[in-house]
């Protein structure tokens, strides 16, 4: 059974500093590996897609990495703004059982 | 298309009631799923379709859960007798062909309080 562990489970930061967000899976055969936003009692709105064969995305202050082989990806936010708070989720693919698997998230808070 | 609609947003109903949850999804996509999410966790599988089928379903959708796609388009998924259990986030999710090579575009989600 696919595993997905996201750490820090919360993080406060202070405006404009860089976030870094780790996301850990335990089976590497993966599609896939979806980065999502989540605010408070809101539905999922996603931010960026990483095919497997793919070791990064970037979208405006946002890249995401992925390392297949080692079960990771990191999400970087570059210089975080109070409207960066919420909740960043992991989800990963499989090539399987065609499943999305979430992390519980983490939580992050920038301060002005 | 304006993305994935789930509709009631919010549903407050009384225990040992039932409940039907509506999802439209993207109407190219040939996929659908439901999850739950409880505060403080991610999401989890609960069953998907492919078209009006339905491939598979999660152990955590008791019998007291059915989930309907006809013809392929809208879903909806009822809860019947609900427990207090129930309540959480339900959300839907849509993507196109097996492997998603767009990824899931999700609903807003329908937010069920049992009381």
């Known amino acids: 059974k696919q595993e997905v562990t996201q750490i820090p489970a919360a993080l406060s930061v202070p405006e404009g500093e860089n976030l870094v967000l780790n996301c850990s899976f335990t089976?590497?055969?993966?599609?896939?590996l979806q980065w999502f936003r989540q605010d408070p009692g809101k539905g999922l709105t996603s931010l960026l897609l990483?095919?497997?064969?793919?070791r990064e995305q970037t979208s405006g202050r946002l890249n995401a990495s992925l390392d297949k082989s080692s079960g990771r990806s990191t999400l970087y936010i570059a210089a975080s703004q109070p409207g960066d708070s919420a909740t960043y989720l992991c989800?990963?693919?499989?090539?399987?059982?065609?499943?999305?698997?979430f992390g519980a998230g983490t939580t992050v808070t920038v301060r002005a | 298309d304006t993305g994935v609609s789930q509709d009631p947003r919010h549903k407050i109903t009384k225990r040992g009631q039932n409940v039907t949850f509506r999802c439209d999804p993207i109407?190219?996509?040939?996929?659908l799923y439901w999850y739950r999410q409880t505060l403080g966790q991610g999401p989890e599988f609960l069953t998907y379709?492919?078209?009006?089928?339905?491939?598979?379903k999660s152990r955590l959708l008791s019998d007291r859960f059915s989930a309907e796609r006809p013809k392929g388009s809208f879903s909806t998924l009822e809860i019947q007798r609900t427990e207090q259990g129930d309540s959480a986030m339900y959300l839907c999710?849509?993507?196109?062909?097996?492997?998603?090579?767009?990824?899931?575009?999700f609903g807003s989600g329908t937010r069920l309080t049992v009381v």
């Open positions: 999710a849509s993507s196109l062909g097996f492997s998603s090579p767009s990824g899931y575009t």
């Open positions: 089976d590497s055969a993966i599609y896939n």
């Open positions: 990483i095919q497997s064969s793919q």
């Open positions: 989800a990963v693919f499989h090539s399987n059982d065609y499943k999305l698997s």
């Open positions: 109407s190219e996509h040939n996929r």
């Open positions: 379709f492919q078209n009006e089928a339905q491939l598979e």
